[in-house]
Nanobody, 126 residues
Framework: EVQLVESGGGLVQAGGSLRLSCAAS????????IGWFRQAPGKEREAVSC?????????DYADSVKGRFTISTDNAKNTVYLQMDSLKPEDTAIYYC??????????????????WGQGTQVTVFS
């Protein structure tokens, strides 16, 4: 059974950092593109970042987080990370990791992701 389990969310002051983790079981990150999404109350789900090892490796970031967030994987541990620095109140959302057979791009629709984690809450206060 494929499962994605997220952790690392919490409450952080603006300007601070968090590292989110997503531990996978039942599959290998080698076989999927991995994306991070977020959804704030009253807003559409937003693709934040993705990573794929295909075609030499690819990462992508939404403009809203570019330069502040970094996605990475530890394939031996089947874990994907999202390092979030310089956090802003507008980063407050539930963050989800997900796996897709598609290539890595934040333009890939969320409905093309086959597996999802349960989400972890990130709250940034000023």
């Amino acid at each position: 059974e494929v499962q994605l389990v997220e952790s690392g969310g919490g409450l952080v002051q603006a300007g601070g950092s968090l590292r989110l983790s997503c531990a996978a079981s039942g599959f290998s990150f080698d076989d999927y593109g991995i994306g991070w999404f977020r959804q704030a109350p009253g807003k559409e789900r937003e693709a934040v970042s993705c990573i794929s090892e295909g075609d030499g490796g690819t990462t992508d970031y939404a403009d809203s987080v570019k330069g502040r967030f970094t996605i990475s994987t530890d394939n031996a541990k089947n874990t994907v990370y999202l390092q979030m620095d310089s956090l802003k109140p507008e980063d407050t959302a539930i963050y989800y990791c997900a796996a897709t057979y598609y290539f890595c791009s934040v333009t890939v629709p969320s409905n093309e992701y086959s597996y999802w984690g349960q989400g972890t809450q990130v709250t940034v206060f000023s």
